[in-house]
């Protein structure tokens, strides 16, 4: 049996080694995975990001070199915290803080230690960086932006989060990926594809050769340049003009649907959200709560269209055949309906027919028209879905699906939504007579806006709106290149916009905003506002908004302008659009006047009414209020 | 009938292929284990993977010669080499070089012999020539305490050049010993030590030198007549005695290298903060072996691919660290590979070591064995973290080349007294 004493360790200890070799290799192995092996150093070659130039090739966006310094926990050595410290210009509690972010995230992988190094402080780390295991130096690329316009068009980048490294697997943490704007919507086109060079590394962390001769190796693919339809110079006309207001202007050349200005009041310097303060500035504006910078008020402001959307209501109620361009009535002063109280009309009274029914805006006029649409059919129900059918072929109601990520539906009513709300289904045509100026129910926003009155400029067709121009060697998406026709008849236009043209007539609403030598369509508007002060419903100062073609024929912009807070129609909105045309189609201002006047007045302090705890006045009783009185004001009493 | 083609065959054919599988397995793992660029030139001597190409072409002349000598001279001359071997290792005192930390080499123009390696193979001559002598009655004392002498001087001279891993390697001799028949009670002894050293380390010497009271008082108490008192007075007396003593020994005569590494062994530090620490220092040998074998997987990275190999991140990789390149390279598939080769070899020789007719040939063909397994077991274990890390080569695969010829030497000698046995009678 002696023999056995050796013959059975031998074969026991054979079973023992293959067992933990399972163990090690098969039960606990991870396999071999290039992105974890930190044999394996992964060397990342960002390529160009594209260049961003408006509808004329005027540069807007172009890159600034910028440094990180990225960590791998697990590599790091004991080192001279102090001098590090130094040369990154941080605290020791920022150096452990970031330490620990990285290790939290993943101690094999590298992540971003400091971001954005001044050329100064890189070119001093740079030359110590061998002394610092486990640390390295990573070249990225910054946005400039040539031109301080169009912040909420343009968007900005920013490294990715953690949820957008989970969502795409193309993301490491601390690449850049664009947050906003264009920047997000032609991310993919922007970026192009980073390229990767693998190197063997050894124990002492140097590099010694290329892996495997660069068979896992890619190279970069440069992103590509893009042209978007914005007119910088329109763009900056606007947000020049838009100056102590709050509010949007969209401008959308009606034969393509291309925005030529997409602005947003108050704007900022994009150049402001670029680098290094760029967190601390973006908190500043995120939380400016009175103007809400960040907020696109073009694509984001839902409010009732008010006046400019009789322009739909004559239009579907001459398709329905329920009225024609000659079809009268006397209004006077007030519109009698049902029992309640009627509804009020600041056109002067006397008769009107569609064109000075437009042109002098009479509610009246309209609500008999909408009424008119309804009852043709033989219950409202179906009436209104026949009516909120026409309305949404407008593109209202729903996104308009244009290549921005932000939006709002917005509202356009139909017989099921009254249905709804009046279960028993008492309700006709009177019952929501106010939809017909442009209140009750409906929501819109600016673009929509715009776009509607593209679409009548166009006498009945829009293509979606757009930013996207071109794309370097490809074509934009062909849903911007497809035509979407209204359900109302070509014919029932003309009369409507000949109503429109005399908006700026004599006895129109926008009599004194003619612009020399350019024949304007558009309708006032105001749309009144509430906000809640302690839980307390409070009306504020009516916006102003003003909708415009030009020229009549062959119409070249449509456009939409919300001003918060700026009372009747023709008061700002209507200055601006009125300059906005003149600019866009002359390309010259003459009329300096009405642009100091624009410039001249301010509206903060209506933005800060509801803030400073006191009774106010609104509208007409609100006194208008100069920028210099303003500032006067702000220094005596600190708002 | 004694023709050559008879005598060609008689040579054991299965341990000699087995061994050229080792010895061939090694050398492409050595090439990838120190190659530095990508072109490979095999006789490159200022390479390790160069110097083993001309290690193996010299072992081919080596074994000529060992299989041309007469078999009945290595049972005659046993003495005389033992004699010759130990004078080397004194030797080493005056003229030995020191490389890391131990005084085992000596150099020759740019070459090193190591003669400790061959002395494992003289004393398994000696012993055997020593058991085999009609003289000899290993149950007696006298003549155990002569074997044992002829095996603790080398270890104890290897043990002054500071390399405990060749002393641990005369252990390898109990199995020789107990197969000759070494009384049943040395090996309860030895077992009874080292599970006791082992348990007082890794749960403390109080713990178990109250349990082992226990367990005696307890027995005593059952039946008086089998255990009498005076007995279990004593056992309780030894064993808190090796449970301290081996504490003391662990704490105060071990050095700080080899505390570290039992510590590492039985997990003995919880902190997780040390435990990261001891990765970046002495555990660092380890974990990197470990990863690198680890992330072979089940079939490897293959020949020349292992990216922890080609980085060097396992230190001393192609010598005493071979098995974790293996591991890289090879895989689940390649690794258990190398392991079956190893059991393989051991079992055919032990296997032939027990159809021997002389006492002499089977005493050493167990020598032989014996040393094999302890290498194979420390080696491969160490690597794989299953013992603590004493640092012997892994036989026939890691690079050197008095490794290898006196693994030549070990086997073929008993391959030429195994061709020899029929000529016994």
Redesign the interface.
């Known amino acids: 049996m002696?023999?056995f004493?050796?013959?059975g360790?031998?074969?026991l200890?054979?079973i023992?080694?293959?067992s933990?070799?399972?163990y090690?290799?098969?039960y606990?192995?991870?396999?071999?995975n290039l992105y974890e092996?930190n044999?394996?150093r992964a060397v990342y070659d960002y390529p160009k990001r594209g260049f961003v130039y408006d509808r004329n090739g005027l540069l807007l966006v172009s890159n600034q070199p910028s440094y990180d310094v990225m960590v791998t926990p697990r590599e790091v050595?004991p080192l001279d915290t102090i001098e590090f410290c130094n040369l990154l210009k941080i605290t020791k509690e920022q150096f452990i803080k970031n330490y620990d972010r990285a290790r939290r995230y993943s101690p094999r992988l590298s992540s971003v230690f400091i971001s954005h190094l001044s050329k100064k402080d890189y070119a001093a780390l740079q030359e110590k960086m061998r002394k610092f295991k486990g640390f390295y130096i990573q070249k990225r690329s910054l946005r400039h932006y040539q031109r301080e316009v169009g912040a909420n068009v343009l968007g900005y980048i920013a490294e990715v989060n953690q949820n957008e490294i989970k969502k795409d697997g193309y993301y490491l943490s601390g690449d850049i990926i664009g947050k906003q704007g264009i920047e997000k919507s032609y991310e993919k086109e922007l970026r192009g594809v980073k390229g990767v060079k693998r190197y063997?590394?050894?124990?002492f962390n140097r590099n010694?050769?290329s892996?495997?001769?660069g068979k896992y190796d890619t190279l970069p693919i440069p992103g590509k340049d893009i042209t978007i339809t914005i007119d910088a110079e329109l763009q900056e006309y606007g947000e020049f003009l838009m100056k102590n207001k709050v509010g949007g202007i969209v401008a959308i050349e009606p034969q393509t649907g291309e925005i030529l200005s997409l602005i947003s009041a108050p704007s900022y310097n994009p150049n402001l959200l670029v680098g290094r303060k760029r967190s601390r500035n973006y908190t500043k504006l995120h939380n400016d709560s009175i103007h809400l910078p960040l907020i696109d008020k073009g694509l984001l402001r839902m409010h009732e269209p008010g006046s400019p959307f009789k322009t739909l209501i004559a239009l579907t109620a001459l398709q329905e055949g329920a009225i024609d361009e000659r079809t009268s009535i006397r209004c006077s002063g007030a519109y009698y309906y049902g029992g309640s109280r009627p509804m009020g009309c600041h056109c002067g009274g006397g008769t009107r027919v569609l064109n000075n029914g437009i042109s002098k805006s009479c509610n009246s006029y309209f609500a008999n028209a909408f009424r008119k649409t309804i009852d043709k059919y033989d219950n409202a129900t179906i009436g209104m879905n026949k009516w909120s059918e026409h309305i949404k072929s407008f593109g209202l109601g729903n996104y308009l699906g244009y290549d921005l990520s932000i939006g709002k539906k917005g509202n356009i009513p139909d017989g099921s939504y009254y249905d709804n709300w009046y279960p028993d289904f008492r309700w006709g045509a009177t019952t929501i007579i106010s939809n017909s100026i442009g209140q009750g129910e409906v929501l819109v926003t600016p673009i929509q806006l715009a776009n509607m009155m593209a679409a009548i400029a166009n006498r009945g067709y829009y293509y979606t709106p757009h930013i996207i121009k071109e794309i370097e060697n490809d074509t934009i998406p062909f849903q911007y290149t497809t035509k979407h026709q209204t359900t109302i008849d070509r014919k029932y236009f003309d009369p409507v916009i000949e109503g429109l043209h005399d908006v700026y007539g004599p006895n129109g609403t926008a009599w004194f905003l003619n612009a020399p030598g350019i024949e304007i369509c558009g309708k006032t508007g105001t749309a009144e506002n509430f906000t809640k002060i302690d839980g307390e419903r409070k009306q504020l100062t009516d916006h102003s908004i003003f909708v415009a073609f030009a020229p009549k024929d062959n119409p070249k912009i449509a456009l939409a302008i919300l001003v918060e807070n700026g009372y009747y129609g023709a008061r700002f909105a209507g200055r601006i659009a009125t300059l906005m045309i003149e600019k866009y189609i002359n390309r010259t201002i003459t009329r300096k006047d009405l642009e100091n006047w624009v410039l001249t007045y301010t509206l903060e302090h209506e933005y800060h009414k509801p803030f400073l705890g006191e009774p106010f006045e609104i509208n007409a009783k609100s006194r208008m209020m100069t920028v210099e009185e303003y500032d006067a004001l702000r220094k005596q009493i600190d708002y | 009938m004694n023709t050559d083609r008879t005598r060609y065959f008689k040579f054991d054919w299965i341990t000699i292929v087995l061994f050229f599988l080792l010895v061939g397995f090694g050398w492409l793992n050595i090439i990838s284990a120190s190659h530095t660029s990508d072109t490979i030139s095999y006789f490159d001597l200022s390479q390790p993977y160069g110097k083993q190409t001309i290690f193996i072409f010299l072992t081919f002349a080596l074994i000529i010669l060992l299989l041309a000598i007469d078999a009945k001279f290595y049972e005659r001359f046993s003495s005389i080499i033992y004699i010759v071997s130990m004078l080397s290792l004194v030797g080493l005192f005056a003229f030995g070089k020191n490389v890391n930390g131990a005084t085992s080499w000596y150099a020759f123009g740019g070459m090193t012999l190591q003669p400790s390696e061959f002395a494992k193979a003289a004393t398994a001559l000696a012993v055997a020539k020593h058991i085999s002598d009609l003289n000899t009655n290993i149950n007696n004392l006298k003549d155990q305490i002569k074997t044992f002498i002829i095996i603790i001087i080398p270890a104890l001279l290897v043990l002054l050049q500071n390399d405990t891993g060749s002393t641990i390697v005369y252990g390898a001799f109990f199995f020789v010993l107990y197969r000759e028949g070494l009384p049943k009670i040395y090996l309860y002894l030895a077992l009874f030590v080292v599970l006791i050293s082992i348990s007082a380390l890794k749960f403390g010497a109080p713990l178990i030198a109250i349990l082992a009271a226990i367990i005696s008082i307890t027995l005593y108490l059952i039946n008086k007549k089998k255990h009498p008192l005076l007995q279990t007075l004593f056992i309780i007396f030894i064993t808190s005695g090796l449970c301290f003593g081996v504490n003391f020994f662990y704490e105060h005569i071990l050095q700080e290298h080899q505390q570290d590494r039992i510590s590492l062994w039985l997990r003995l530090e919880k902190d997780p903060d040390k435990l990261e620490a001891m990765k970046k220092t002495f555990a660092y040998n380890l974990n990197e072996s470990e990863k690198a074998i680890s992330s072979g997987g089940f079939g490897g990275k293959g020949f020349m691919e292992g990216t922890r190999t080609t980085g060097k991140f396992v230190p001393e990789q192609h010598t005493d660290y071979i098995f974790s390149t293996v591991g890289e390279e090879w895989g689940f598939i390649g690794a258990s590979f190398v392991v079956i080769l190893f059991v393989l070899l051991l079992l055919r020789i032990l296997h032939l070591a027990e159809l021997q007719k002389s006492q002499f040939s089977r005493v050493y063909g167990y020598g032989v064995a014996s040393i094999i397994f302890i290498h194979f077991l420390i080696n491969i274990g160490m690597v794989m973290g299953l013992i603590p890390t004493i640092g012997i080569p892994l036989p026939m695969f890691s690079y050197g080349g008095s490794g290898l010829w006196a693994f030549t030497i070990l086997i073929f000698i008993f391959i030429k007294l195994d061709s020899n046995r029929i000529n016994e009678w």
């Open positions: 002696r023999q004493l050796l013959f360790s031998v074969i200890v054979g023992l080694f293959i933990r070799l399972f090690l290799q098969i606990s192995s991870e396999g071999h092996d044999a394996i050595e063997q590394r050894d124990r010694i050769g892996y495997k001769d």
